[in-house]
């Protein structure tokens, strides 16, 4: 990259948007892009993006130093965004409020780019009702050492239920190892109403294929693939139709028919093949916003399970404890009931180390291999769902904790608790 390398300057529908740095490197890995590649990906499937962000709130994930580099989040619109940007103040569980942007065209689009959105993460609602969402979000999750198969599998019994309840199901790739499904539905429900629905339909899922799909929030009770029901909570955002993830190979989220579904493989759908693939047979989920439907049919569902009393299942830590939600603290630290309820056995404890800490994945996963190395004869006992990939919150960005749950291994032969490889926690600065 040249060093004072001159802005690229684009007309976009009569807006002039600058391009600064148009050759930085964004993907130097498997795959070469530079900022100006991704604006130009963008532009080249802006018809379907901008289907799944315009009118939309968004929240700012920005990759200034690449794909490769720390991201952050940016909720509040940046001060010096062009006069023809507009923007809507949205207000949060916390009781906090920020002025979001909004993009409705490809100008807009180009110009969030620029400031290194990689990724696309709207809200589920339109600028006109920020109470009320107009799109229920189904996010397929799979543990670590899931295979893609499974996922698909899930995927259709998902489509199973929303059919059965009235609903119509996109499916898109989630870009990474997951599937994400959403159903346009009528703007008269809140968000805890939106997300109840979501746990009953993940719950009924869960009961139709037990062994490949799980709604057990908590990490060291999930197996196979979570749904994740907390997506449909407020301020909750996904990637979004057509987005970049910041994997070596530049893969998007991928918007598919059902009859691709089976055969589909998330690697196919890059910046490099979107584009050909979206001038062929154009955005599979051009009709979506005709296909608004009602959650009736999942709130029967949720009523069904509450009266045979199954209550409501833990929600993000930042928000407030609800009324009916199940204890807010995780298995492995759950304390004993016995003075409460002495004729119930306590739950015991499950024997979880930290491994790894670290804002990267990869950094995080490589000190798991070595942990492994260290002890192979507890690593060899390991089950597919006894590592745990924990995504932090940190003030800004995410970070990765690894865990494992060493309960096939005899307690006599566990390794101990050590200081985790590596042990970056960027929030132990700022924490307690």
């Known amino acids: 990259m040249k060093k004072n390398d001159e802005p690229e300057v684009l007309l976009i529908e009569g807006h002039e948007v600058h391009v600064t740095h148009p050759e930085k490197l964004y993907f130097s890995k498997q795959t070469t892009l ?12 802006a018809p379907g993006a901008l289907a799944g962000i315009r009118d939309r709130p968004i929240v700012l994930k920005r990759f200034v130093n690449g794909a490769e580099a720390e991201a952050f989040y940016q909720k509040r619109a940046p001060n010096d965004r062009p006069e023809w940007l507009r923007t809507v103040t949205l207000s949060f569980p916390s009781g906090r409020t920020a002025e979001e942007v909004v993009v409705d065209d490809a100008a807009g689009l180009a110009w969030i780019v620029n400031l290194g959105c990689i990724e696309l993460h709207p809200h589920a609602v339109r600028s006109g009702d920020l ?8 996010d397929l999750d799979p543990g670590p050492g899931v295979g893609w198969p499974d996922v698909r599998q899930v995927a259709v019994e998902v489509e199973a239920v929303l059919e059965e309840a009235g609903l119509v199901g996109w499916p898109k790739t989630s870009g990474s190892r997951g599937m994400h499904i959403n159903a346009r539905i009528e703007q008269r429900w809140s968000f805890t109403e939106v997300r109840r629905a979501a746990l009953a339909l993940s719950r009924e899922v869960e009961r139709r294929v037990p062994v490949l799909a799980s709604s057990k929030w908590w990490k060291e009770e999930r197996h196979g693939v979570f ?7 407020k301020d909750r955002t996904t990637a979004s139709a057509y987005s970049v993830r910041p994997l070596p190979d530049a893969r998007v989220s991928a918007p598919l028919s059902w009859e691709e579904v089976p055969a589909c493989e998330p690697a196919d759908f890059t910046v490099l093949t979107m584009p050909q693939r979206f001038a062929e047979i154009g955005d599979p989920h051009a009709g979506m916003d005709n296909t608004r439907g009602s959650l009736d049919g999942l709130l029967e569902l949720a009523a069904r399970d509450e009266a045979q009393g199954i209550g409501d299942a833990p929600w993000p830590p930042h928000f407030r404890k609800v009324e009916g939600e199940a204890p807010r603290v995780s298995p492995s630290r759950a304390k004993t009931a016995a003075k409460k309820a002495p004729a119930k056995t306590p739950r015991a404890k499950m024997p979880l180390i930290v491994i790894a800490n670290s804002p990267s994945e990869e950094a995080a996963m490589q000190g798991l291999e070595r942990w492994k190395s260290k002890y192979p004869e507890a690593a060899a006992l390991l089950a597919v769902d006894d590592v745990l990939v924990d995504r932090m919150r940190g003030r800004s960005s995410i970070w990765f904790r690894i865990r494992v749950n060493l309960r096939h291994v005899p307690e006599d032969a566990r390794p101990p608790q050590e200081t985790p490889d590596p042990d970056d926690d960027p929030t132990r600065g700022w924490s307690g």
């Not at 530079?34 to 499937?45: E, P, T």
């Not at 749904?227 to 909570?233: E, P, R, S, V």
């Open 131 to 138: 109470d009320h969402p107009d799109e229920l979000r189904v």
């Open 34 to 45: 530079s900022k100006l590649d991704l604006v130009r990906y963008y532009l080249a499937v």
């Open 227 to 233: 749904l994740d029901y907390n997506q449909n909570a």
